[in-house]
């Protein structure tokens, strides 16, 4: 048995509707107010780390061999160690379940006061370190502390002698490019 369509499904009937926007608006007007606030107040601070570089030019020929110093960050302990073998490498072991970044610091001020005009090291983490520890062991290998003994002075571009005011300053990822 057929019926009539219904009356509401109709459009005779249809009215428009406001829609109290002001509100909503008064929402976003203070949401983007707050969001703006709390970005300034969050302090951001950012190491500078160039990507390696694939080239096939020549090396410019230099009168000392470069150092090529490398950091093997693996899940279980730090290894430090030179490319051309000019530093023993050195194994340093977890300890309760973090690195042992204070007799890494002492390992390569020993280094640079061995090597002062060498300022770049080269990191090559395992995939699973974490960030704080890569922080962590950054600030290990980048900053002096006041305790620290004085280094020997290190000539600029311009040929004067400053004091250095960073252990190794220059951090590479090295396995960025492979993805290992």
């Known amino acids: 048995m057929l019926r009539r369509p219904s009356k509401r499904r109709s459009g005779k009937g249809t009215q428009e509707i406001d829609l109290p926007l002001v509100p909503i608006l008064d929402a976003f007007v ?3 107010a707050f969001l703006l ?3 300034s107040l969050l302090a951001v601070t950012l190491i500078d780390t160039p990507v390696p570089v694939v080239s096939n030019e020549q090396e410019p020929p230099n009168k000392e061999k470069s150092l090529q110093l490398t950091l093997r960050i693996e899940q279980d302990a730090l ?3 030179s490319g051309n073998r000019l530093v ?3 194994k340093f072991p977890k300890v309760e379940k973090s690195y042992d970044a204070p007799k890494l610091h002492e390992a390569l001020l020993k280094i640079r006061t061995q090597f002062p005009s060498e300022t ?3 990191y090559m983490p395992a995939a699973d370190v974490k960030y704080d520890d890569l922080v962590q062991l950054m600030d290990a290998t980048r900053l002096l502390s006041k305790t620290d003994p004085t280094l020997p002075n290190v ?3 311009d040929g004067v002698d400053r004091v250095p005011v960073f252990l ?3 951090v590479v990822f090295g396995n960025v490019i492979s993805g290992t």
């Open 30 to 32: 203070t949401l983007i």
């Open 37 to 39: 606030l709390a970005t």
């Open 79 to 81: 290894v430090l160690s």
């Open 88 to 90: 023993a490498e050195q």
């Open 120 to 122: 770049s090291i080269v």
């Open 155 to 157: 000539k600029d571009k």
């Open 168 to 170: 190794f300053p220059t």
